[in-house]
């Protein structure tokens, strides 16, 4: 995947990495990720709860602040929105393309953009595809980025079909 992801990067392709993906996205980015986070002095437990029932393991209950002026600020606006959070690892030095979108309020790097990409190209720590039909944060998400694959295929096709 690390290729595939400097490829759509350089291509302007647009991204959307969930999860292990904006870890991925950071590493070959050039940055780095630190394990076991929970275990950092004063991290909150990023982890899903123990359960068999897999709302209670993606229940949405953590906050984090979305930075003024990013890309997720244009799709939820700047301040709080709630997310899900099943994660034990996460960024530790962020990739010199990559700017920081959110964070958790233990400081955790919730999401990240490539600083001046050609198309969207965001990764997320969190899971909206799990609520994305009942959550109106998690389907903000895939609108935004339906919206660039859309313009992404206008302009390679030449039509202008984008995002109507």
């Known amino acids: 995947t690390l290729p595939l992801i400097r490829k759509a990067v350089e291509r302007g392709v647009p991204l959307l990495a969930i999860c292990r993906g904006i870890q991925e996205m950071n590493v070959a980015l050039g940055g780095t990720l630190a394990t076991e986070i929970q275990e950092r002095e004063g991290s ?16 949405i209950r953590q906050s984090i602040s979305i930075k003024p002026g990013t890309c997720l600020a244009g799709v939820f606006g700047a301040g709080d929105i709630m997310v899900n959070s099943v994660h034990r690892q996460a960024i530790d030095r962020l990739g010199p ?35 994305v039909k009942s959550d109106s944060v998690s389907a903000r998400i895939f609108r935004a980025f339906g919206d660039a694959v859309r313009l992404h295929a206008a302009a390679k096709s030449g039509t202008r079909a984008a995002a109507e």
Not at 44 to 59: I, M, T, V, Y
Not at 97 to 119: F, M, P, W
Request: charged residues 25%; glycine residues 4%.
């Open 97 to 131: 393309k990559l700017q920081i979108e959110a964070v958790a309020t233990d400081g955790t790097v919730e999401a990240v953009s490539v600083r001046d990409a050609r198309a969207f190209a965001v990764g997320v720590q969190w899971h909206p595809e799990y609520w």
């Open 44 to 59: 909150l437990d990023h982890r899903a709860p123990a359960s068999d029932n897999q709302d209670e393991r993606f229940a």
